[in-house]
């Protein structure tokens, strides 16, 4: 199978009940992306697929053919992170950080469609993605902090 994943070609072989998070994970050695309930409730595994967020662990990888997939590790680049990544920090919006990348992938496709979302917006898209420590009122800070860089950012 072809797919794009972050902005590469990507040229695999593939069995037919392979999941996407298997061939990120277990193929390609993406592991940013997280495997943790494996029924879709938690969002750990959330990757944008053609600009949606969707759940890996349910998403067959022959289903993302001729896609473009992007993960937590096509978010930002080393020493150039994005600006989500440097208002979770800035927030403490991460605290074992295993949600992180699956709350941020939500976040992105969130800020992708809305330049300047309430509260209400940022709860309500990243309802499916589970932080076990808590950290939810500083999630959404960091989500509305990073859209106002970003805001700002493209009005230079």
Request: glycine residues 8%; contains cysteine; negative net charge.
């Amino acid at each position: 199978m072809n797919l794009s994943i972050n902005g590469r070609a990507v040229a695999a072989d593939v069995a037919g009940a392979t999941t996407l998070l298997e061939l990120l994970r277990d193929t390609l050695a993406l592991t940013g992306t997280k495997r943790a309930c494996d029924i879709g409730e938690c969002g750990a595994c959330t990757v944008l697929v053609d600009g949606r967020p969707i759940y890996a662990c349910l998403t067959l990888a022959h289903a993302c053919e001729g896609q473009a997939i992007r993960t937590i590790e096509g978010l930002g680049a080393p020493g150039a992170p994005h600006a989500l990544q440097e208002a979770f920090v800035a927030e403490d919006a991460a605290q074992c950080g295993f949600c992180t990348p699956g709350q941020l992938m939500a976040a992105a496709a969130l800020l992708a469609a809305n330049a300047d979302p309430s509260d209400a917006e940022v709860i309500a898209a990243l309802s499916g993605n589970l932080c076990r420590c808590g950290t939810y009122p500083k999630i959404v800070r960091a989500v509305r902090r990073a859209a106002a860089t970003l805001r700002s950012s493209a009005d230079v």
